[in-house]
């Protein structure tokens, strides 16, 4: 029988998935405005939501209570796909296809205060300074599509982070299954 953490942890693989296809295809169509705040927020719902099944559920959350982190990670085999895929899907966010006017290391957040905006097929950026332009098709989908990965990344993070929580749900295994005077039953 398969525990309910596996059933979650796969709801969170097929969220990143998405993710990751959103991700690839914004490099190539201009992506809409507002998916970058939903890609920011989606991930970290994930949190909250665990958080309240678990209470729903009456599992102690207490530190004392929690398992081992080896035990919270298993299947060890799903765990490494998971961490190769958000690691690959992150390369995808912030460290392919970046824009000539990024810098630094890690170049998320670069058009921060920057508006795009689309009329009759036209396309147009606002930038911080209040510099109003038109701009070509394809510089839209690379500045516009590289400001919704960078959001994007950020709920990448947080499903990292559920799946982790995510091990705290499933019930004490043999190991965990001590009796009150402190022997294994």
Request: glycine share 8%; charged share 10%.
């Amino acid at each position: 029988m398969v525990d309910e953490t596996i059933w979650i942890r796969l709801a969170i693989a097929a969220v990143l998935l998405g993710y990751a296809v959103i991700m690839w295809m914004s490099h190539l169509v201009p992506p809409p405005l507002f998916l970058g705040g939903l890609l920011a927020l989606i991930g970290w719902l994930f949190l909250p939501g665990l958080y309240l099944l678990a209470r729903l559920r009456r599992i102690d959350m207490s530190r004392a209570a929690q398992p081992p982190v080896k035990e919270l990670l298993r299947p060890w085999a799903l765990t490494v796909a998971f961490g190769a895929f958000a690691a690959a899907t992150l390369f995808l966010a912030i460290g392919w296809d970046v824009p000539n006017v990024c810098y630094g290391p890690v170049p998320v957040n670069c058009f921060k205060g920057y508006q795009w905006s689309t009329e009759n097929g036209h396309y147009y950026h606002t930038t911080a300074d209040g510099i109003h332009a038109e701009i070509s098709q394809q510089t839209y989908v690379r500045e516009a599509g590289f400001d919704l990965r960078s959001a994007a990344s950020f709920g990448v993070y947080a499903m990292c982070l559920a799946w982790f929580a995510a091990g705290v749900l499933r019930g004490p295994s043999q190991a965990r299954k001590v009796s009150t005077s402190g022997q294994q039953l």
